[in-house]
């Protein structure tokens, strides 16, 4: 028995049969060939969502910002922020288009900033959130696309609407300013925020001073033709050559919680808060100043046309030139209070020159205008390299608080100076002008550059930025006392200053 069990032959399982690289690669196909080919939406977002290989974050080598660079997120902030004054030197004409009366024109500029605002508030938070490449390209296209509607509509009500769902996606230079802060080095933010914050002022002056004088001599749909070319060309260069980088949240934030934490970030922050003040009185000054000094020129003694008072513009266009050398120089090697101390002396200098003179010579408007536009400038960069080192994780909240609190100072100024002006002439509105700037010197006055508490001059009175390296440790070890009290967190506070 044993010998023929032994003998008995096994049983011959069948064999499996094996899936060949052939037929599966067949299948794959016909799979593919069964899914629906993409829409033209999607290619579009594909190619709009594509990073060129250059501009690719890469963690062991991060994106150096160049000069180049900067010199492109100016570029872009200037003709993206002038979209929203194109209209103001030309309401006139834009009431006689579309048949209404010049009070009911006026709605265009109102909404300009009203949805300019509501862009601050409901968008520029998003960029602590959002991988910011792809979403200020996002929001450059749908800005010059809406744009196309303004240059064909014949309809007051549309180009009103599309005029404030234009100015909503304008605050592309907002999220660029923290970026430029997350880019430059420390020691170099100043220069770097100082070409930025060049192109929006100018990008302020220039389109009335283009507006005009296009408006002179061809139609007023010229300029915002021009204008929608200089959107698509913003997004070619931007989408070419503006880097990717992180988000600085990645596992996301509550988009209601990122609107709370605005006033959280606002309140627990006493630099925070005398930079948003400062700035509501200096926004408010140079609004003030250049809104009624169109009805001083246009006025007696001097009578000067629309196109001779638009060329205005070009002293507020020189002294922004000298901004970027004024900070390589000075504002990156001083600690920001005293250059916005500073900031505020030239302006207050230039309007006391131009209020108690301007009413007989038009030298004093002319000294005004410089001084105020350089010292304004002055004080902007260094309040804003100076909040963009308290939080790095929030910037682009710190931004959003800083620039409602000035955007409330524009308002401000505008509206007293206008109704000052018709009270009591150009002397009166200017003097409210010097009344604004002594404010900032006093808010200014009551809380030094290292004090942590919100009034006090605890720290010293060092007026250069190498007069802290000795108090690094102490300032350090302060911060980590007071995390505990602090309701955002200053994890990223910690390592930039390590940085």
């Avoid at 030309?90 to 288009?97: F, P, R, V």
């Avoid at 991988?131 to 450059?140: G, I, N, Q, T």
């Avoid at 922050?269 to 003040?277: G, I, M, N, T």
């Amino acid at each position: 028995m044993p010998s023929s069990q032994q003998g008995t032959p096994k049983p011959e399982l069948p064999p499996t049969p094996a899936t060949s690289s052939l037929s599966v690669t067949s299948l794959e196909r016909k799979n593919a060939s069964s899914s629906p080919p993409p829409t033209t939406w999607q290619k579009a977002w594909s190619i709009i969502s594509y990073t060129p290989k250059r501009c690719r974050y890469d963690p062991a080598n991060p994106p150096h910002f160049t000069i180049w660079l900067n010199l492109l997120f100016a570029f872009a902030g200037a003709f993206t922020v002038a979209n929203l004054y194109y209209s103001h030197p030309i309401l006139h004409l834009l009431a006689g288009e579309f048949g209404v009366s010049n009070e009911r024109a006026s709605l265009i500029p109102t909404l300009a900033q009203a949805g300019y605002a509501s862009g601050l508030l409901f968008l520029c938070p998003l960029g602590d959130v959002l991988p910011r490449r792809l979403y200020v390209l996002a929001l450059v296209l749908f800005t010059a696309t809406v744009w196309l509607g303004l240059c064909l509509t014949n309809s007051f009500s549309v180009f009103c609407f599309l005029t404030f769902l234009s100015s909503v996606t304008t605050v592309t230079p907002q999220l660029m300013l923290p970026l430029v802060g997350d880019l430059a080095p420390p020691h170099r933010r100043a220069t770097a925020l100082s070409f930025v914050s060049s192109g929006l002022m100018l990008g302020l002056l220039f389109a009335r001073l283009l507006s005009g004088a296009v408006t002179e001599y061809t139609s007023w749909r010229n300029i915002y033709w021009l204008s929608f070319g200089l959107q698509y060309l913003i997004f070619a260069l931007l989408w070419l050559f503006m880097p990717d980088y992180p988000s600085t949240n990645p596992d996301g934030i509550n988009y209601f919680r990122i609107l709370y934490s605005i006033l959280q970030i606002f309140f627990a922050h006493p630099l925070l808060v005398q930079a948003c003040l400062v700035a509501f009185c200096t926004s408010a000054t140079f609004t003030g100043f250049w809104t009624t000094l169109t009805f001083l020129l246009s006025g007696p003694p001097y009578e000067y046309s629309t196109l001779v008072i638009g060329l205005f513009a070009l002293i507020g266009i020189a002294s922004m030139v000298l901004g970027p050398l004024w900070s390589l120089y000075i504002t990156d090697r001083l600690i920001p209070l005293f250059s916005v101390v500073l900031g505020l002396f030239i302006c207050l200098t230039g309007t006391c020159i131009g209020t108690y003179t301007g009413t007989f010579t038009v030298a004093g408007p002319i000294i005004q205008a410089f001084f105020l536009d350089f010292g304004i400038q002055t004080a902007v960069i260094a309040n804003r390299s100076a909040i963009y080192s308290i939080l790095p994780q929030a910037r682009n909240r710190v931004n959003t608080a800083y620039m409602i609190i000035a955007f409330c100072g524009q308002l401000t100024g505008t509206a007293v100076g206008n109704h000052v002006f018709a009270v009591g002439g150009w002397k009166s509105s200017g003097s409210t002008s010097v009344g604004f700037l002594l404010v900032a010197l006093l808010i200014c006055a009551v809380r030094g550059p290292r004090e942590k508490r919100w009034v006090g001059w605890k720290g010293g009175w060092a007026w250069r930025k190498v007069g802290d390296v000795a108090r690094k440790g102490d300032e350090e070890k302060g911060d980590k006392d007071k995390k505990k009290d602090d309701p955002i967190g200053e994890k990223s506070q910690e390592a930039e200053e390590k940085g």
